[in-house]
């Protein structure tokens, strides 16, 4: 049987509203399918304009068996690599970010411009043509700031995603701000189990006392839903009258959704007491209680919006077995850290979550690995969300596998 017949069986397999199998968190052969399948075939978020504002400014990025630059032209333009020199295959950008005149692989000295261009490459001889040596190209998209690129030779649509989203992310100003602070956090776990375990709040009253200071799960939206909810529909007329899209989008197959819910009783931040962490705001409106306006795009992001800053979330997976998440905080331009913000202040809640979650994720991982692990079913209350995110997984598996299997 061909890897991509046992992980459509063993999909197949799955009961409705149950989670996963074993196998689909732990064999190698799935993890390979969900690289081919998923993440070397869509749309993968990799950061944001403002970490690259200057020509030569770049950041790289590992996608599964893909190593990538992204990197700011002399043009002015955002661009993407595959991060391998076109003479022997050397990564031509080894460190996480940084800045550079040229593109110079380190191992015999080609020298790329910043548009991908091949400019120097020595002792080829005289029939050797530079034109035909530039760095492969990798589909790249912005939207707000937000750098997505795609390693497939044809990239999906990505302009349906951009008109759902946009419209809830201008009002906060992204163009005109910075990340004060950085995290990167290895979770020894399978992706899937990072997604599931954000996709609800089932377990934040046992573990995050933190973010309960001013998250609320609203079970509203915790799938697709909100429109029965009278505190919910109350929130969004008010947010929206002030100019700030609220109502719930969902991709018709599942994979992004955007959304603004309330926070609690008097909390407009992700603080510990709720109060803002920065002075001023990412918005134009004079709502002081705007809530969250959360985004999630599977099986790379999600992201917080708060009246006074936000974050966004990056998943990649490393192996079958471990996943990094980065995490940014992200403030106004103008906001100088001292003044406008205390840096401990600012990250201590989602530093705590982002731990607490680590763990939860370690443990659960150490637990679908037995052999005694039999899937469970989810809460028809409480874990909406996980489900959302298992079918999608499971439709988008199936959807492609099935064209490739006999």
């Known amino acids: 049987m061909t890897s991509k017949a046992k992980t459509l069986e063993l999909i197949n397999q799955r009961k409705p509203r149950h989670a996963l199998s074993r196998d689909l968190y732990r064999d190698e052969e799935v993890y390979q399918q969900d690289l081919e399948q998923i993440w070397h075939k869509g749309w993968i978020f990799a950061g944001h304009t403002f970490e690259i504002e200057k020509a030569g400014e770049y950041m790289t990025i590992q996608l599964g068996d893909y190593p990538v630059v992204i990197v700011r032209d002399n043009k002015g333009e955002v661009r993407a690599f595959h991060n391998a020199c076109r003479h022997r295959g050397s990564r031509i950008c080894a460190e996480s970010k940084g800045k550079t005149a040229k593109l110079v692989c380190p191992y015999h000295k080609w020298t790329f411009d910043l548009d991908g261009k091949l400019l120097f490459a020595g002792n080829m001889g005289e029939k050797f043509n ?19 690129i795609c390693v497939a030779e044809e990239a999906p649509d990505f302009e349906q995603f951009r008109q759902d989203l946009s419209p809830f992310i201008t009002p906060h100003n992204l163009e005109n701000c910075k990340v004060a602070h950085e995290a990167n956090l290895l979770e020894r776990g399978n992706w899937k189990l990072v997604f599931e375990n954000n996709r609800e709040c089932y377990h934040c009253d046992g573990n995050h006392p933190e973010l309960l200071n001013s998250f609320v799960e609203n079970l509203s939206v915790a799938g697709v ?17 002030a100019g700030l899209p609220s109502r719930l989008v969902m991709d018709e197959n599942g994979q992004y959704r955007m959304t603004r819910i309330p926070l609690s009783a008097k909390a407009v931040s992700y603080t510990m007491d709720g109060t803002p962490a920065v002075n001023g705001r990412l918005d134009d409106t004079d709502v002081e209680d705007i809530g969250a306006l959360l985004y999630f795009n599977y099986p790379s992001t999600w992201n917080h919006f708060l009246g006074d800053h936000a974050l966004s979330f990056r998943v990649l997976p490393l192996s079958s077995g471990e996943t990094l998440v980065t995490t940014k905080w992200i403030v106004s331009k103008d906001a100088v850290e001292g003044v406008d913000y205390d840096l401990d202040n600012l990250i201590k809640v989602w530093m705590a979550t982002n731990d607490q979650d680590r763990e939860l994720v370690e443990e659960t991982f150490r637990g679908v690995s037995s052999p005694s692990y039999v899937p469970g079913p989810f809460s028809d209350i409480a874990e909406n969300g996980v489900c959302q995110f298992v079918d999608w997984y499971c439709d988008t598996m199936k959807a492609k596998l099935s064209k490739e299997v006999d």
């Open 225 to 241: 839903g909100g429109d029965d909810d009278p505190e919910l529909v109350a929130h969004w007329d008010k947010c929206e009258a």
């Open 130 to 148: 530079n034109d035909d040596h530039g760095l492969m190209p990798v589909h790249c998209e912005i939207v707000n700031t937000y750098i997505y």
